[in-house]
């Protein structure tokens, strides 16, 4: 799996693309998708320009796949940690997993296959029972299932934040195009 995780992670940095600092982006300097503030809190002391796309890559594996047990998800479902992982890196990690966990919390038929579980964007035990019992429930029509839950809620936050904050419709055209059920 280790292999599968470098280059899913190698190629959201080629998406995330080179240096920007782009003057709507709240994120100010950002290299291979990597926001000053996050490069700093990983040790990086250089110019944004400068971060090596290793650096980057690190900075991914630690903060966007395995802080927040994208990796305990992939043991059940690998297409959607990878969209958990791809939505996490454009809009934190916690919020994939509260879509999860809302998700989960509605296909639970009232919670006669599992309980409900609190939206707290922590992937805990409830959460990982859920999705085996889930996988169990509802076999291989499951996963997409899934998929298209995270994708729906995914789409309905970026027009939520465009709507909010007029400068953000400068990116909403790129984040749908790019973001949205592109990893399916």
Wanted: proline share 5%; charged share 25%; hydrophobic share 45%.
């Amino acid at each position: 799996m280790a292999e599968t995780v470098a280059k899913m992670i190698d190629a959201l940095v080629g998406r995330e693309g080179g240096y920007s600092n782009h003057p709507s982006d709240r994120g100010g300097p950002t290299k291979w998708g990597v926001t000053e503030q996050v490069a700093r809190a990983y040790g990086y002391g250089g110019k944004m320009s400068d971060l090596h796309r290793d650096v980057a890559i690190e900075i991914y594996r630690k903060r966007y796949w395995v802080a927040p047990g994208f990796d305990k998800v992939e043991a059940v479902f690998p297409k959607v940690a990878v969209e958990m992982f791809d939505t996490g890196v454009n809009m934190g990690p916690t919020v994939p997993v509260k879509f999860l966990q809302r998700a989960l919390n509605a296909l639970n038929r009232r919670g006669n296959d599992w309980p409900d579980m609190p939206v707290d964007g922590v992937i805990g035990a409830m959460t990982i029972a859920a999705l085996v019992w889930f996988q169990r429930e509802r076999g291989k029509a499951a996963e997409p299932v899934l998929l298209r839950c995270l994708d729906g809620l995914q789409l309905a936050r970026y027009l939520d934040i465009t709507e909010a904050r007029p400068a953000n419709e400068d990116f909403f055209f790129g984040w749908v195009s790019n973001r949205v059920g592109a990893l399916a």
